[in-house]
């Protein structure tokens, strides 16, 4: 296979748009040594030339559509947040990243009524119980719907997306014993639930 040698590191500043939004990515990045190539962001370019930067460590993942020139290349990425901007660092020999598209759930074959959606706007006081709360309470189908408390609170956006709005719009899909599905614009993250028979 040939080594990519067009891809350099990009800079993003704090004024850019998908600043918070790259700072929100970061934090589905796996720490885990043993699973090398889930230790960086996986760079794709879609059949309408956007770029579609993707993180999972496994049991959730968060995926960023944007229009950062990335040199129009696929490939992993390190990534470095500090306060002033985001630095993605291309990185070669990383393995293979796994096929994230299989994660992210499709609920059409699920019926409706044994789905729970809510439109949610989150702010930084009103995060993962708010939330739970509101998917349990569209939960028709019973059995209650858990999910890892960080997980979720880093997928609202908490230290990431606030900013001077202070609020945050998802709409959510899940239904018992199925991921999370959360979206907002441009950003989607899947989360895996908590077993409730354990």
């Known amino acids: ?3 990519e040698t067009n891809r350099q590191t990009v ?3 704090k004024t850019h748009p998908d600043f918070q939004a790259l700072k929100w990515l970061s934090k589905a990045i796996s720490k885990d040594a043993t699973r090398h190539v889930l230790n960086f962001l996986n760079c794709e370019i879609d059949q309408f030339g956007t770029i579609l930067l993707v ?5 959730r993942l968060h995926k960023l559509e944007t229009d950062i020139n990335m040199n129009y290349s696929n490939g992993s990425y390190a990534i470095s947040v ?13 393995g293979t ?3 994230w598209r299989v994660v992210i759930p499709d609920f059409k074959a699920i ?3 044994e789905m729970a959606t809510a439109s949610l706007v989150v702010d930084k006081q009103k995060l993962v119980s708010y939330v ?13 719907i858990l999910f890892n408390d ?4 880093d997928a609202l956006g908490s230290k990431t997306l606030f900013g001077t709005a202070g609020k945050q719009s998802w709409e959510a899909s899940t239904s018992h014993m199925h991921p999370l599905k959360l979206t907002s614009g441009n950003l989607e993250a899947v989360i895996m639930p908590i077993r409730s028979d354990r």
């Open 55 to 59: 993180a999972t460590d496994g049991r």
């Open 82 to 94: 500090t306060g002033k901007n985001v630095l993605l660092v291309p990185k070669e020999d990383t």
């Open 150 to 153: 960080t997980f979720l609170s």
């Open 97 to 99: 990243f796994p096929n």
């Open 1 to 3: 296979m040939k080594t």
């Open 11 to 13: 800079t993003i500043e």
């Open 132 to 144: 739970t709360a509101k998917l349990n309470e569209a939960n028709s189908h019973g059995g209650a």
């Open 111 to 113: 019926p409706s009524d």
